[in-house]
Protein backbone atom coordinates (compact mmCIF):
# COMPACT_ATOMS: atom_id res chain seq x y z
CA UNK A 1 0.00 0.00 0.00
CA UNK A 2 1.46 3.45 -0.83
CA UNK A 3 1.50 6.26 2.33
CA UNK A 4 2.92 9.20 2.39
CA UNK A 5 6.60 10.48 2.21
CA UNK A 6 6.00 12.76 5.70
CA UNK A 7 2.91 12.79 7.27
CA UNK A 8 3.65 16.01 9.05
CA UNK A 9 4.32 18.10 5.88
CA UNK A 10 1.09 19.57 3.55
CA UNK A 11 0.63 17.12 1.03
CA UNK A 12 1.53 19.53 -1.98
CA UNK A 13 4.68 20.22 -1.11
CA UNK A 14 5.35 15.83 -0.25
CA UNK A 15 4.77 14.82 -3.46
CA UNK A 16 6.32 17.74 -5.06
CA UNK A 17 9.23 17.02 -3.43
CA UNK A 18 8.97 12.64 -4.03
CA UNK A 19 8.00 13.76 -7.99
CA UNK A 20 10.97 16.21 -8.11
CA UNK A 21 13.84 13.53 -6.77
CA UNK A 22 12.61 10.57 -8.71
CA UNK A 23 12.08 12.77 -11.77
CA UNK A 24 15.56 14.39 -11.60
CA UNK A 25 17.34 10.77 -10.95
CA UNK A 26 15.60 8.91 -13.63
CA UNK A 27 16.41 11.35 -15.97
CA UNK A 28 19.72 11.55 -15.17
CA UNK A 29 19.80 8.01 -16.17
CA UNK A 30 20.18 6.66 -12.43
CA UNK A 31 17.08 4.58 -13.02
CA UNK A 32 16.80 1.31 -14.84
CA UNK A 33 13.14 1.92 -16.35
CA UNK A 34 9.45 2.60 -15.19
CA UNK A 35 8.12 -0.52 -14.57
CA UNK A 36 4.22 0.00 -13.94
CA UNK A 37 1.71 2.61 -14.21
CA UNK A 38 -2.20 2.75 -12.43
CA UNK A 39 -5.07 4.87 -12.98
CA UNK A 40 -8.50 3.99 -11.17
CA UNK A 41 -11.13 5.65 -9.54
CA UNK A 42 -9.29 5.62 -6.24
CA UNK A 43 -5.60 5.94 -6.99
CA UNK A 44 -2.54 6.81 -9.50
CA UNK A 45 0.34 5.03 -8.58
CA UNK A 46 3.57 5.29 -10.83
CA UNK A 47 6.79 2.17 -10.02
CA UNK A 48 9.92 2.55 -11.33
CA UNK A 49 12.50 0.45 -11.24
CA UNK A 50 15.27 3.27 -8.89
CA UNK A 51 19.26 2.00 -8.44
CA UNK A 52 17.72 -2.05 -7.92
CA UNK A 53 14.79 -1.11 -6.15
CA UNK A 54 11.20 -0.39 -6.63
CA UNK A 55 9.67 2.77 -5.63
CA UNK A 56 6.16 3.45 -6.17
CA UNK A 57 4.57 7.10 -6.02
CA UNK A 58 1.66 8.31 -5.66
CA UNK A 59 0.56 11.97 -5.85
CA UNK A 60 0.00 11.45 -1.58
CA UNK A 61 4.17 11.31 -2.09
CA UNK A 62 6.72 8.27 -2.04
CA UNK A 63 6.82 5.51 -0.44
CA UNK A 64 9.12 4.93 2.38
CA UNK A 65 9.37 0.94 2.70
CA UNK A 66 9.90 1.54 -0.97
CA UNK A 67 13.81 2.86 -0.39
CA UNK A 68 15.32 0.40 1.60
CA UNK A 69 13.81 -2.95 3.77
CA UNK A 70 11.15 -4.20 1.90
CA UNK A 71 11.58 -3.88 -2.12
CA UNK A 72 14.75 -5.60 -3.64
CA UNK A 73 13.11 -7.92 -5.30
CA UNK A 74 13.71 -9.24 -8.77
CA UNK A 75 11.54 -7.22 -10.88
CA UNK A 76 10.13 -10.07 -12.43
CA UNK A 77 9.13 -11.19 -9.10
CA UNK A 78 7.23 -7.95 -8.24
CA UNK A 79 5.05 -7.83 -11.41
CA UNK A 80 4.64 -11.13 -12.31
CA UNK A 81 6.26 -11.13 -15.71
CA UNK A 82 4.07 -8.98 -17.30
CA UNK A 83 4.94 -5.46 -19.47
CA UNK A 84 2.21 -2.71 -17.37
CA UNK A 85 3.23 0.26 -17.91
CA UNK A 86 0.73 2.16 -20.89
CA UNK A 87 1.84 0.87 -24.16
CA UNK A 88 2.83 3.92 -25.73
CA UNK A 89 5.35 5.06 -22.65
CA UNK A 90 7.31 1.31 -22.71
CA UNK A 91 11.01 2.42 -22.88
CA UNK A 92 9.86 6.44 -22.65
CA UNK A 93 10.61 6.75 -19.23
CA UNK A 94 10.30 11.04 -19.86
CA UNK A 95 6.89 10.62 -20.81
CA UNK A 96 5.54 8.75 -17.89
CA UNK A 97 7.40 11.50 -15.62
CA UNK A 98 6.16 14.40 -17.14
CA UNK A 99 2.71 13.41 -16.96
CA UNK A 100 3.16 12.91 -13.23
CA UNK A 101 4.36 15.33 -12.40
CA UNK A 102 1.93 17.09 -13.82
CA UNK A 103 -0.52 15.47 -11.97
CA UNK A 104 1.35 16.51 -8.94
CA UNK A 105 1.48 20.01 -9.85
CA UNK A 106 -3.04 19.79 -10.52
CA UNK A 107 -3.38 18.72 -7.28
CA UNK A 108 -1.04 20.93 -5.40
CA UNK A 109 -2.60 24.06 -6.82
CA UNK A 110 -5.62 22.98 -5.87
CA UNK A 111 -4.90 21.47 -2.37
CA UNK A 112 -4.98 23.83 1.23
CA UNK A 113 -1.78 24.74 2.56
CA UNK A 114 -2.14 26.47 6.00
CA UNK A 115 -0.31 29.28 7.81
CA UNK A 116 3.28 29.01 9.26
CA UNK A 117 3.07 28.33 13.03
CA UNK A 118 5.60 30.01 15.33
CA UNK A 119 8.24 27.27 16.70
CA UNK A 120 11.35 25.70 15.78
CA UNK A 121 11.79 23.82 12.88
CA UNK A 122 14.71 21.27 12.81
CA UNK A 123 17.41 20.59 9.95
CA UNK A 124 17.05 17.12 8.06
CA UNK A 125 20.47 15.32 8.07
CA UNK A 126 19.47 12.24 6.47
CA UNK A 127 17.85 13.29 3.13
CA UNK A 128 19.35 15.15 -0.31
CA UNK A 129 16.38 17.10 -0.30
CA UNK A 130 13.75 17.43 2.31
CA UNK A 131 11.20 20.08 3.19
CA UNK A 132 11.57 22.01 6.20
CA UNK A 133 7.99 24.06 6.53
CA UNK A 134 5.80 25.24 3.64
CA UNK A 135 2.31 26.86 3.59
CA UNK A 136 1.70 31.09 4.35
CA UNK A 137 2.73 34.23 6.85
CA UNK A 138 0.86 37.25 6.80
CA UNK A 139 2.79 38.88 4.00
CA UNK A 140 3.23 35.88 2.07
CA UNK A 141 0.95 33.80 -0.37
CA UNK A 142 3.88 31.40 -0.67
CA UNK A 143 6.43 30.20 1.28
CA UNK A 144 8.26 27.07 1.15
CA UNK A 145 11.71 26.34 2.77
CA UNK A 146 13.65 22.69 1.93
CA UNK A 147 17.09 21.28 3.10
CA UNK A 148 18.94 20.23 0.76
CA UNK A 149 22.33 18.66 0.42
CA UNK A 150 24.32 18.12 -3.09
CA UNK A 151 27.46 15.49 -3.20
CA UNK A 152 30.66 16.67 -4.45
CA UNK A 153 30.38 17.07 -8.29
CA UNK A 154 26.53 16.88 -8.20
CA UNK A 155 24.43 20.26 -9.65
CA UNK A 156 20.92 20.96 -9.27
CA UNK A 157 18.07 23.61 -10.26
CA UNK A 158 20.64 24.66 -13.12
CA UNK A 159 18.96 26.63 -15.53
CA UNK A 160 15.27 27.36 -15.45
CA UNK A 161 14.13 30.89 -13.95
CA UNK A 162 11.19 31.26 -11.35
CA UNK A 163 8.37 33.20 -13.10
CA UNK A 164 6.60 35.00 -9.69
CA UNK A 165 8.61 33.56 -6.53
CA UNK A 166 12.18 34.80 -5.13
CA UNK A 167 14.32 33.37 -3.93
CA UNK A 168 16.40 33.00 -0.61
CA UNK A 169 19.63 30.33 -0.56
CA UNK A 170 21.91 30.21 2.56
CA UNK A 171 25.17 28.22 2.49
CA UNK A 172 25.15 25.36 5.56
CA UNK A 173 28.18 23.40 5.14
CA UNK A 174 30.57 22.73 2.82
CA UNK A 175 31.27 24.40 -0.46
CA UNK A 176 28.16 25.53 -3.26
CA UNK A 177 29.38 26.98 -6.17
CA UNK A 178 26.37 29.67 -7.92
CA UNK A 179 26.07 31.05 -11.34
CA UNK A 180 23.53 33.76 -11.05
CA UNK A 181 23.22 36.91 -13.81
CA UNK A 182 26.11 36.14 -15.48
CA UNK A 183 28.54 35.51 -11.69
CA UNK A 184 29.84 32.30 -11.08
CA UNK A 185 30.98 32.45 -7.62
CA UNK A 186 32.02 29.60 -5.07
CA UNK A 187 30.18 30.18 -1.78
CA UNK A 188 31.18 28.85 1.87
CA UNK A 189 29.39 28.24 4.95
CA UNK A 190 27.03 31.46 6.29
CA UNK A 191 26.74 33.07 2.69
CA UNK A 192 24.03 33.82 1.06
CA UNK A 193 22.52 33.97 -2.60
CA UNK A 194 18.98 36.65 -3.22
CA UNK A 195 17.44 35.63 -6.18
CA UNK A 196 14.91 38.02 -7.93
CA UNK A 197 12.23 36.18 -10.20
CA UNK A 198 13.07 35.36 -13.82
CA UNK A 199 16.64 35.31 -12.46
CA UNK A 200 18.31 32.45 -14.25
CA UNK A 201 20.38 30.22 -11.62
CA UNK A 202 22.38 27.42 -10.90
CA UNK A 203 23.81 25.52 -7.78
CA UNK A 204 27.10 22.98 -8.31
CA UNK A 205 29.19 21.03 -5.73
CA UNK A 206 32.75 21.82 -6.86
CA UNK A 207 34.17 20.39 -3.92
CA UNK A 208 35.55 17.42 -2.25
CA UNK A 209 32.61 17.66 0.59
CA UNK A 210 29.21 17.48 0.75
CA UNK A 211 27.36 21.00 0.32
CA UNK A 212 24.56 21.44 2.02
CA UNK A 213 22.27 24.64 2.38
CA UNK A 214 18.98 25.67 2.89
CA UNK A 215 16.36 27.02 0.00
CA UNK A 216 13.43 29.48 1.16
CA UNK A 217 11.08 30.13 -2.14
CA UNK A 218 8.27 32.69 -1.17
CA UNK A 219 6.13 35.46 -3.17
CA UNK A 220 4.17 38.27 -1.42
CA UNK A 221 0.54 38.35 -0.88
CA UNK A 222 0.96 41.92 -2.00
CA UNK A 223 1.56 42.75 -6.15
CA UNK A 224 5.64 42.35 -6.03
CA UNK A 225 7.75 44.81 -8.32
CA UNK A 226 10.26 43.77 -10.12
CA UNK A 227 11.34 47.07 -11.03
CA UNK A 228 12.32 47.78 -7.53
CA UNK A 229 14.37 45.26 -7.14
CA UNK A 230 16.14 45.56 -10.22
CA UNK A 231 16.71 49.28 -8.99
CA UNK A 232 18.25 48.22 -5.30
CA UNK A 233 20.70 46.30 -7.85
CA UNK A 234 18.92 42.97 -8.64
CA UNK A 235 19.74 39.07 -7.78
CA UNK A 236 23.03 39.36 -5.76
CA UNK A 237 25.39 37.17 -3.58
CA UNK A 238 27.05 37.73 -0.18
CA UNK A 239 30.48 35.66 0.55
CA UNK A 240 30.50 35.12 4.52
CA UNK A 241 34.35 36.16 4.47
CA UNK A 242 33.60 39.74 2.71
CA UNK A 243 30.92 40.62 5.66
CA UNK A 244 32.96 42.29 8.84
CA UNK A 245 31.86 41.73 11.98
CA UNK A 246 31.80 44.88 14.63
CA UNK A 247 31.88 43.92 18.05
CA UNK A 248 28.72 44.09 20.46
CA UNK A 249 28.75 44.54 24.57
CA UNK A 250 26.39 41.35 24.18
CA UNK A 251 29.18 39.39 21.16
CA UNK A 252 28.74 40.95 18.04
CA UNK A 253 27.31 41.31 14.69
CA UNK A 254 27.45 41.17 10.71
CA UNK A 255 25.56 42.93 8.40
CA UNK A 256 24.75 40.85 5.41
CA UNK A 257 22.59 43.33 3.63
CA UNK A 258 19.61 45.39 3.92
CA UNK A 259 17.57 46.16 0.81
CA UNK A 260 14.38 46.16 -0.96
CA UNK A 261 13.85 43.39 -2.91
CA UNK A 262 10.77 42.21 -6.17
CA UNK A 263 8.71 41.07 -3.12
CA UNK A 264 9.71 43.26 -0.21
CA UNK A 265 10.06 46.83 0.66
CA UNK A 266 12.55 45.99 3.00
CA UNK A 267 14.87 42.62 3.61
CA UNK A 268 16.89 42.97 6.45
CA UNK A 269 19.52 39.64 7.63
CA UNK A 270 22.62 40.01 9.67
CA UNK A 271 24.08 37.54 11.83
CA UNK A 272 24.27 37.55 15.38
CA UNK A 273 27.14 36.37 18.72
CA UNK A 274 25.87 35.72 21.83
CA UNK A 275 28.78 34.89 23.99
CA UNK A 276 27.97 32.41 26.71
CA UNK A 277 25.35 32.73 29.29
CA UNK A 278 23.65 35.57 27.77
CA UNK A 279 20.45 37.22 26.36
CA UNK A 280 20.25 38.65 23.36
CA UNK A 281 18.11 41.06 24.43
CA UNK A 282 14.56 41.74 27.00
CA UNK A 283 11.54 40.02 25.55
CA UNK A 284 9.95 42.18 22.55
CA UNK A 285 7.36 42.50 19.88
CA UNK A 286 7.78 43.59 16.65
CA UNK A 287 4.98 44.03 13.11
CA UNK A 288 7.70 42.51 10.77
CA UNK A 289 7.75 38.29 11.02
CA UNK A 290 11.12 36.92 11.37
CA UNK A 291 13.28 34.12 11.19
CA UNK A 292 16.52 33.04 13.44
CA UNK A 293 18.53 30.36 12.01
CA UNK A 294 21.27 28.48 14.56
CA UNK A 295 24.81 28.26 13.57
CA UNK A 296 26.52 27.32 16.44
CA UNK A 297 25.74 26.71 19.92
CA UNK A 298 22.84 25.51 21.66
CA UNK A 299 20.06 28.34 22.75
CA UNK A 300 16.76 28.44 24.05
CA UNK A 301 14.18 30.54 22.36
CA UNK A 302 11.04 32.25 24.33
CA UNK A 303 8.31 31.93 21.72
CA UNK A 304 4.77 33.28 23.04
CA UNK A 305 4.95 32.57 26.78
CA UNK A 306 6.86 29.13 26.23
CA UNK A 307 10.54 28.26 25.69
CA UNK A 308 11.54 26.15 22.65
CA UNK A 309 15.19 24.61 22.63
CA UNK A 310 17.42 24.89 19.32
CA UNK A 311 20.68 23.37 17.89
CA UNK A 312 22.73 24.37 15.20
CA UNK A 313 20.71 23.82 11.60
CA UNK A 314 17.48 24.24 13.30
CA UNK A 315 15.12 27.14 11.61
CA UNK A 316 13.15 29.32 14.19
CA UNK A 317 9.89 31.28 12.56
CA UNK A 318 8.77 33.59 14.72
CA UNK A 319 5.30 35.18 13.64
CA UNK A 320 4.40 39.58 13.89
CA UNK A 321 3.58 40.42 17.27
CA UNK A 322 5.03 37.45 19.29
CA UNK A 323 6.64 38.02 22.17
CA UNK A 324 10.62 37.02 22.03
CA UNK A 325 14.03 36.51 23.19
CA UNK A 326 17.01 33.92 22.73
CA UNK A 327 19.36 32.56 25.53
CA UNK A 328 22.70 30.86 25.24
CA UNK A 329 22.60 28.03 27.45
CA UNK A 330 25.47 25.81 25.90
CA UNK A 331 28.81 26.61 26.15
CA UNK A 332 30.93 29.62 24.37
CA UNK A 333 29.66 31.85 22.15
CA UNK A 334 26.46 31.15 19.74
CA UNK A 335 25.95 32.83 16.45
CA UNK A 336 22.69 33.02 14.52
CA UNK A 337 21.25 34.42 11.36
CA UNK A 338 17.88 36.51 12.26
CA UNK A 339 16.57 38.16 8.91
CA UNK A 340 12.64 40.07 8.65
CA UNK A 341 11.33 41.13 5.98
CA UNK A 342 8.40 43.52 5.14
Known sequence: METPLDSTQPAPFVML?????????????????????????????????????????????????????????PVRSRLGGRDDRPR?????????????????????ATAQVGSVAS?????????????????????????QIEAATLAPGEASH??????????????????????????????????????????????E????????YYVFQYRSTAPWKGARGQHAGGSFLVDWNDVA????????RRQHFDRPTAMFERFEMHVSTLNEGLTNHAAHTHRAEEFVLIIKGEVEMLIGDAYQKAS?????????????TLNNIGRGPTEYFAFQWQ
Not at 88 to 108: H, I, K, N, Q, V
Not at 119 to 143: F, M, S
Request: charged share 15%; proline share 7%; with cysteine.
Open 88 to 108: GARGRPELLLFLFLAMCWTSA
Open 17 to 73: SAAKHLAKSVLQGRSGEILHFVQDDHRVVLSVFFERRVISLTPMGLDPGSLGRHCCK
Open 119 to 143: GVYPWHEEATAKPILAGTTTPLAHL
Open 312 to 324: PGDLIFLESMIPH
Open 205 to 212: NAGTAPAA
Open 245 to 252: MQETATGG
Open 158 to 203: TGPAHSDLEELVIVKEGTLTVTLAGQRQALGPGSVAVILPRDGHGF
